[in-house]
Every structure is written in C-alpha cells, then in structure tokens.
C-alpha cells in the first residue's frame, strides 16, 4: 500500500507540475520493457516448444518456477537499489546513482554485442541446456529457465536504475516497464500460436541500436553525476550551452531528456563519453551482426545433438526463416 500511495501522490505532483513527464517516463521505460521482455519471451517460448515436442509436459512446472524466481529477482534488485538511494544523504545518493548507471551501461552493452552475435544459435544452445537438464531433474530444469530468464532481468533491471535515476521519476518508470512487458507477453504468445508473424532479425537490430542510445545517455548522466561529486574532473567545462533555444521544461525537451538524458550544457566529458561510445558500440554491433549471420546455424554440434526427429514439422514453434531466433 506503501508504493501504491507513493505512486499517486507522486503523480499528482508530477502532473501538476509538468503533465508530459509522466507519459515520457513511461513511455521510455514502456520500449525497454517490451524489447527486453520479447527478448525474454522468446527464450521462454523455446524453452516451452522444447519439452511439449519432447513430450516432457511435467517439466513445465519447473520451467514457470524458474521464470517466476528470476522475475522476483529483477523486481527486488530494481526496489532495492532505486529506493534505496532515498534513504542517503544527496551526496551519497548522488555517488550511489552515477556508479550504477556506469555499471548499468557495462552490463547492457555486453548483453546487446552478445544478443547481436548469438542470436542465430541462441535456440539450439537453449535446446541443448534443456536436453541436459530433463535427464539432471527438475531442479535443473528450474536452474536453467532461472538463469536464462534472470540474464535478461538483471540486464533490465540496472538498465531501468540508470533510465529511472535520470529522469528521478519514483515508480513512474516501473510502471511502464510492466506496461511495455506486458505487451510483450501478448505478442509472445501470439507468435506462438502462429496468429502473427514478425522478423525479430529485423526487430532486435532496431531496438538494439535504440538500447544503445539509451545507455549512452545513461553514461552522460553517470558521468555528470559524479562530476557533481567530485569523482571526475571537468564539471565547469561545458561544452556549449543552448538553453537559449532549448526549452528542457517543454515536451520536446522532456522527451528527449527523459529517454536520451538530452540537456543543454553537457559537458565536454560528456560529448566525447556520448559520441566515443555511439560510434565504438554501433560498430561493433553490426560487425558482430553480420559475424553471427555469417555463422552456420543448424548444422551446429548442439543442434544436432537437440534435435528430434519431428522438430522441423512441429507447429508450435515459428518459422524459422521469419524467427531466426527461435530456429
């Protein structure tokens, strides 16, 4: 009931004082939930597809068990360290903030390279995991779903920390986020049960590149955060100021500074932080892309090993060539 009040009184005020950084909050918090979530979802669904074709239906069990842990556990690392700060002096809370958002950014970016590369093989190598957890038990089988779905979460919930922290929007942002996964638990589903189809090659490149933007930003506000504490030089060196001209307060600015950590006076730390890491991350992004295309994918030791003799027919997983992460 606590962070039910929290949450309303925090929107009150919000609203009162600036009705479009509710939506922006939201919003950008809503995209990060529904490319993470799909992300999430689609391990799920591969997970799933496996054991029915495998007639080991007792095994879902297990794997809704391990999905239920890592969904907690990305829950409590968000409050913790998001509320936590609350209770800390503004310096220390200050502190607190811009190493998290650093260590946000380490961890999303290692994630995105990674998903750009293993993205065609990432089903067999799933597949192969579950084979050999089925003849471990069903503590395994939980420990796997655990740590495939938990990958993922702990990826979320340090990126949404930094997106949070930089917008200082209380629960505003964890309520789009379930908004923005709960739109990707429907649109798993329906690319289960073949009513859809999507080219997730083409979906996951787009949210990539937009993820790396987004931890861009999150580095500028780590950086200008602990310039503010004194943890690194250069606070007074702006690199150019367009408050002039630039309205922060207005929708545009909102938007863009809610999403993008876009402000007037960066500093000159942070322009080159923000344009060394676009350029170096998006290179290697789609160097990686094209490395993982380029890569054989069913004719790999793992898909061998997992695969069943009607695994081609079965009709509860996509097609692969418009899914390729599900092939």
């Known amino acids: 009931m606590y962070y039910v009040s929290a949450l309303a009184s925090s929107g009150i005020a919000v609203l009162a004082a600036d009705g479009p950084s509710v939506w922006t909050q939201m919003v950008g918090s809503a995209l990060i939930g529904l490319r993470e979530g799909l992300e999430t979802g689609i391990v799920v669904m591969v997970l799933i597809a496996f054991v029915v074709k495998t007639d080991r239906r007792d095994a879902l069990k297990w794997i809704w068990a391990g999905v239920g842990a890592a969904v907690a556990m990305t829950l409590v690392v968000f409050l913790v360290i998001h509320f936590g700060t609350s209770t800390m002096t503004p310096l220390a809370a200050e502190t607190i903030a811009g190493v998290a958002s650093l260590v946000a950014v380490g961890i999303v970016t290692f994630m995105v390279l990674w998903m750009s590369e293993?993205?065609?093989?990432?089903?067999?190598?799933?597949?192969?995991?579950?084979?050999?957890?089925?003849?471990?038990?069903?503590?395994?089988?939980?420990?796997?779903?655990?740590?495939?779905?938990g990958r993922?979460?702990?990826?979320?919930?340090?990126?949404?920390v930094g997106y949070a922290e930089s917008v200082s929007g209380g629960l505003w942002p964890l309520l789009g986020l379930v908004i923005g996964i709960l739109?990707?638990?429907?649109?798993?589903?329906?690319?289960?049960?073949?009513?859809?189809?999507?080219?997730l090659s083409v979906f996951f490149?787009?949210?990539?590149?937009?993820l790396i933007v987004v931890a861009a930003g999150i580095?500028?506000?780590?950086?200008?955060?602990?310039?503010?504490?004194?943890?690194?030089?250069?606070?007074?060196?702006?690199?150019?100021?367009?408050?002039?001209t630039y309205d922060a307060s207005s929708w545009y600015g909102t938007i863009l500074g809610g999403i993008f950590n876009v402000r007037p006076d960066p500093t000159i730390l942070q322009v080159i932080a923000w344009i060394v890491y676009v350029v170096v991350v998006t290179t290697i992004f789609f160097r990686r892309q094209r490395a993982g295309h380029r890569a054989p994918t069913s004719k790999t030791p793992a898909a061998r090993k997992s695969a069943t003799?009607?695994?081609?027919?079965?009709?509860?997983?996509?097609?692969?060539e418009r899914n390729p992460q599900c092939s």
């Open 309 to 320: 003799p009607d695994e081609s027919s079965a009709p509860a997983e996509p097609a692969p």
């Open 152 to 160: 993922e979460g702990f990826e979320t919930a340090l990126l949404m």
């Open 118 to 149: 293993a993205s065609s093989h990432i089903s067999a190598d799933l597949k192969s995991g579950m084979s050999k957890a089925l003849l471990a038990g069903g503590a395994s089988v939980l420990g796997l779903a655990f740590l495939a779905v």
């Open 219 to 244: 580095l500028t506000y780590g950086i200008r955060a602990l310039q503010t504490v004194g943890w690194l030089p250069g606070l007074g060196n702006t690199a150019f100021d367009i408050s002039a």
């Open 183 to 199: 739109a990707a638990v429907a649109l798993t589903v329906l690319i289960y049960r073949g009513a859809i189809r999507m080219n």
């Open 205 to 210: 490149t787009y949210t990539g590149l937009f």
